[in-house]
């Protein structure tokens, strides 16, 4: 499964939890977010484009550059964490399921001891603790290199790629759910998610 599909399946499994939607729905709500995430990937790109089009050609690729390298450590740990949890799981005869691991929710622990459970959430917090760790040192070498005004234009095409994400995630689930707060409170969220894949 390529990353694409991964990050459509992680949505899904987060919107069948937080919407509480039935388990037989998440295969088929995954299919639903694959031109989703191409919209999420649209909305990278123009972030990117604005990276190249507000820095010095030699900063932007500098930039461009530790932002690959975040976005692949991320990546492992990501799929670290994944296969720790999944082991867990493996253990009691359970799945995981399609969860992204670094994301703040949990699945139920159903089936699992009490301390497999915890065990699961440490690697979950150990994982989460090094994305922090890595995202800092990329941002100290960022701060030393940009000025304020270029800083200030690259949060802003940031917060823009941030609301693209709500939009897109927000049409998506708003055929899931009438409920307007909750609309606005699942897309968020999801796009909190794909964020961190980003």
Not at 40 to 52: E, F, N, Q, S, T
Not at 107 to 122: E, K, M, T, V
Request: proline share 4%; hydrophobic share 45%; charged share 30%.
């Amino acid at each position: 499964m390529n990353t694409e599909l991964h990050l459509a399946a992680a949505l899904a499994a987060a919107a069948c939890a937080r919407l509480d939607l039935a388990p037989e729905e998440e295969p088929a709500l995954a299919q639903s977010f694959a031109p989703i995430v191409a919209d999420l990937d649209g909305a990278d790109r123009r972030y990117r484009a604005a990276v190249r089009s507000t820095l010095p050609a030699a900063k932007a690729e500098e930039m461009l550059r530790l932002m690959a390298g975040f976005r692949a450590s991320a990546h492992e740990v990501r799929e670290h964490v994944r296969r720790e949890i999944d082991a867990i799981y493996r253990r009691f005869a359970r799945e995981f399921g399609n969860f992204d691991p670094l994301d703040t929710y949990v699945p139920p622990a159903d089936g699992l001891s009490h301390a497999d459970g915890i065990r699961c959430a440490d690697a979950a917090d150990r994982g989460r603790r090094e994305i922090a760790r890595l995202r800092g040192e990329v941002n100290t070498t960022l701060v030393a290199q940009l000025t304020r005004s270029e800083i200030e234009a690259l949060t802003a095409a940031k917060q823009e790629r941030r609301a693209a994400f709500e939009r897109a995630l927000g049409s998506r689930v708003g055929v899931l759910t009438s409920d307007e707060r909750e609309r606005r409170r699942a897309a968020g969220e999801l796009a909190a998610l794909a964020d961190g894949w980003y």
